[in-house]
């Protein structure tokens, strides 16, 4: 079983900077694809970004050059550093683990961005 928490969200205005944190447990963190995705009011979740087990990465469109994900193994955690945040950017923020075709959701954290 593994479990997925995730912090750092809260409220920033536009043009700020938000890092959320995806704290896994198991011992399967190191062979996982780590990603984070969002859902907005009304849409559907959809990927934000990815990290491999072999540190590709990732990106949404919508978010190249402004968020970065990053993993450290030896902390079991997955890292979103997001700047130049848009109001278009508010939604609940979900990690996701993802092997051997498992799936692994966190609760999700709120990030609001106002204008």
């Known amino acids: 079983q593994v479990q997925l928490v995730e912090s750092g969200g809260g409220l920033v205005q536009a043009g700020g900077s938000l890092t959320l944190s995806c704290a896994a447990s198991g011992s399967i963190f190191r062979r996982s694809l780590m990603s984070w995705y969002r859902q907005a009011p009304g849409k559907q979740r959809a990927l934000v970004a990815s990290s491999t087990s072999v540190g590709g990465t990732v990106y949404a469109d919508s978010v190249k050059g402004r968020f970065t994900i990053s993993r450290d193994n030896a902390k079991n955690t997955v890292y979103l550093h997001m700047t130049s945040l848009k109001p278009e950017d508010t939604a609940v923020y979900y990690c996701?683990?993802?092997?051997?075709?498992?799936?692994?959701w966190g609760q999700g954290t709120q990030v609001t961005v106002s204008s």
């Open positions: 996701n683990a993802r092997i051997a075709a498992a799936d692994y």
